[in-house]
Protein backbone atom coordinates (compact mmCIF):
# COMPACT_ATOMS: atom_id res chain seq x y z
CA UNK A 1 0.00 0.00 0.00
CA UNK A 2 1.46 3.00 -1.18
CA UNK A 3 1.07 6.55 0.84
CA UNK A 4 -1.57 8.03 -1.24
CA UNK A 5 -3.73 4.95 -0.72
CA UNK A 6 -3.44 5.14 3.46
CA UNK A 7 -4.13 8.33 3.25
CA UNK A 8 -7.47 7.87 1.59
CA UNK A 9 -8.39 4.82 3.71
CA UNK A 10 -7.61 7.20 7.14
CA UNK A 11 -10.06 9.92 5.29
CA UNK A 12 -13.17 7.58 4.77
CA UNK A 13 -13.97 7.14 8.13
CA UNK A 14 -14.01 10.95 8.79
CA UNK A 15 -16.47 10.93 5.20
CA UNK A 16 -18.53 8.47 6.94
CA UNK A 17 -19.24 10.72 10.04
CA UNK A 18 -19.48 13.66 8.08
CA UNK A 19 -21.98 12.06 5.85
CA UNK A 20 -23.90 10.42 9.22
CA UNK A 21 -23.85 14.15 10.74
CA UNK A 22 -25.42 15.37 7.67
CA UNK A 23 -28.19 12.67 6.88
CA UNK A 24 -29.14 12.91 10.98
CA UNK A 25 -29.18 16.86 10.43
CA UNK A 26 -31.68 16.58 7.46
CA UNK A 27 -33.90 14.19 9.03
CA UNK A 28 -34.24 16.36 11.95
CA UNK A 29 -34.58 19.32 9.93
CA UNK A 30 -37.30 17.61 7.71
CA UNK A 31 -38.77 16.51 11.07
CA UNK A 32 -39.24 20.51 12.03
CA UNK A 33 -41.38 21.32 8.77
CA UNK A 34 -43.80 19.09 10.61
CA UNK A 35 -43.26 19.49 14.10
CA UNK A 36 -43.85 22.69 15.39
CA UNK A 37 -41.13 22.93 18.14
CA UNK A 38 -38.25 21.61 16.28
CA UNK A 39 -36.60 24.47 13.96
CA UNK A 40 -36.07 23.58 10.76
CA UNK A 41 -33.51 26.22 9.13
CA UNK A 42 -30.52 25.79 11.53
CA UNK A 43 -30.61 21.74 10.79
CA UNK A 44 -30.39 22.20 7.48
CA UNK A 45 -27.73 24.56 7.76
CA UNK A 46 -25.68 22.04 9.77
CA UNK A 47 -26.93 19.27 7.05
CA UNK A 48 -25.47 21.92 4.40
CA UNK A 49 -22.05 22.10 6.23
CA UNK A 50 -21.51 18.04 7.43
CA UNK A 51 -22.41 17.11 3.70
CA UNK A 52 -19.88 19.67 2.12
CA UNK A 53 -17.43 17.63 4.04
CA UNK A 54 -18.82 14.16 3.29
CA UNK A 55 -21.25 13.68 0.72
CA UNK A 56 -20.71 16.12 -2.12
CA UNK A 57 -23.68 14.72 -3.73
CA UNK A 58 -25.94 15.51 -1.04
CA UNK A 59 -24.16 18.95 -0.58
CA UNK A 60 -25.27 19.55 -4.33
CA UNK A 61 -28.87 18.28 -3.64
CA UNK A 62 -29.30 20.23 -0.37
CA UNK A 63 -28.45 23.66 -2.17
CA UNK A 64 -30.46 23.07 -5.52
CA UNK A 65 -33.77 22.33 -3.72
CA UNK A 66 -36.12 24.56 -3.59
CA UNK A 67 -36.71 25.34 -0.19
CA UNK A 68 -33.44 24.34 1.27
CA UNK A 69 -31.08 25.67 -0.99
CA UNK A 70 -31.92 29.95 -1.03
CA UNK A 71 -31.79 29.65 2.82
CA UNK A 72 -28.24 27.75 2.45
CA UNK A 73 -26.64 30.31 -0.14
CA UNK A 74 -27.77 33.65 2.08
CA UNK A 75 -26.32 31.97 4.98
CA UNK A 76 -22.69 31.53 3.20
CA UNK A 77 -22.98 35.16 1.23
CA UNK A 78 -23.92 37.04 4.19
CA UNK A 79 -24.46 34.79 7.35
CA UNK A 80 -28.36 36.25 6.96
CA UNK A 81 -31.13 34.00 8.48
CA UNK A 82 -34.69 34.34 7.10
CA UNK A 83 -37.13 36.36 8.93
CA UNK A 84 -39.54 33.58 9.41
CA UNK A 85 -37.17 31.40 10.92
CA UNK A 86 -36.00 34.16 12.91
CA UNK A 87 -39.35 34.95 14.80
CA UNK A 88 -40.21 31.49 14.79
CA UNK A 89 -36.78 30.84 17.12
CA UNK A 90 -37.19 33.88 18.88
CA UNK A 91 -41.21 32.94 20.08
CA UNK A 92 -40.28 29.14 20.70
CA UNK A 93 -37.46 30.82 23.22
CA UNK A 94 -39.97 33.17 24.89
CA UNK A 95 -42.31 30.32 25.13
CA UNK A 96 -39.69 27.89 26.43
CA UNK A 97 -38.70 30.57 29.14
CA UNK A 98 -42.17 30.93 29.93
CA UNK A 99 -43.03 27.54 30.46
CA UNK A 100 -39.88 27.26 32.85
CA UNK A 101 -41.03 30.04 34.94
CA UNK A 102 -44.61 28.60 34.63
CA UNK A 103 -43.94 25.09 36.07
CA UNK A 104 -42.30 26.64 39.08
CA UNK A 105 -38.92 25.99 38.06
CA UNK A 106 -35.39 27.00 40.53
CA UNK A 107 -34.17 30.51 40.09
CA UNK A 108 -30.91 29.65 39.17
CA UNK A 109 -32.45 27.42 36.15
CA UNK A 110 -34.55 30.42 35.32
CA UNK A 111 -31.26 33.01 35.37
CA UNK A 112 -29.09 30.35 33.49
CA UNK A 113 -31.28 29.25 30.91
CA UNK A 114 -33.04 33.30 30.17
CA UNK A 115 -29.06 34.37 29.83
CA UNK A 116 -28.63 31.48 27.46
CA UNK A 117 -31.57 32.18 25.29
CA UNK A 118 -30.84 35.70 25.86
CA UNK A 119 -27.68 35.56 24.26
CA UNK A 120 -28.55 33.54 21.20
CA UNK A 121 -31.40 36.02 20.39
CA UNK A 122 -29.07 38.62 20.85
CA UNK A 123 -26.96 36.57 18.10
CA UNK A 124 -30.19 36.02 16.04
CA UNK A 125 -31.13 39.57 16.12
CA UNK A 126 -27.84 40.70 14.83
CA UNK A 127 -28.12 38.61 11.54
CA UNK A 128 -29.13 40.12 8.28
CA UNK A 129 -32.71 38.66 7.24
CA UNK A 130 -33.10 37.32 3.86
Do not use: D
Amino acid sequence: MNGHEARMMAAQPNKTGFRILAYISALLGLAGVVLPLLPTTPFVLLAAFFASKGSPAFALWLEQHPAFGPAIEQWRERRAIPLKAKLLALGMMVLSWTMLLALGSPLLVLTISGLCLSAIAAYLISRPSC
